[in-house]
């Protein structure tokens, strides 16, 4: 059975730092034909696309999170990260990590609260 369960939010202050975690089931990022995705949905808006690493280790970020936000794996633990630092109160979402195949896999999202 492919799964992800996503871990490793929390409440932070402005200018702090978290690193989210994806662990995968069922399937191996590295041999995967898929990259994988981090998304995240803030209270009351729609989905923003953040950040993908390619199966062959290609990393792609949006404009926006380049500079604060880096993802990575770890294939023996065949688990995805997304180090966030110099968080911002509007970096306060739900977090999920996805595999965008034709059956689509989502991790059950981990909230990031920023706040002081």
């Known amino acids: 059975q492919v799964q992800l369960v996503d871990s490793g939010g929390g409440l932070v202050q402005p200018g702090g730092s978290l690193r989210l975690s994806c662990s995968a089931s069922?399937?191996?990022?590295?041999?995967s034909a898929w990259g994988m995705h981090w998304v995240r949905q803030a209270p009351g808006k729609g989905l923003e696309?953040?950040?993908?690493?390619?199966?062959?280790?290609?990393?792609y970020y949006s404009d926006s999170m380049k500079g604060r936000f880096a993802i990575s794996r770890d294939d023996a633990k065949n688990t995805l990260y997304l180090q966030m630092n110099n968080l911002k109160p509007e970096d306060t979402a739900v977090y999920y990590c996805?595999?965008?195949?034709?059956?689509?896999?989502w991790g059950q999202g981990t909230r990031v609260t920023v706040s002081s």
């Open positions: 996805v595999r965008f195949s034709g059956d689509d896999v």
């Open positions: 069922g399937f191996t990022f590295s041999t």
């Open positions: 696309w953040l950040s993908s690493i390619d199966p062959d280790g290609t990393t």
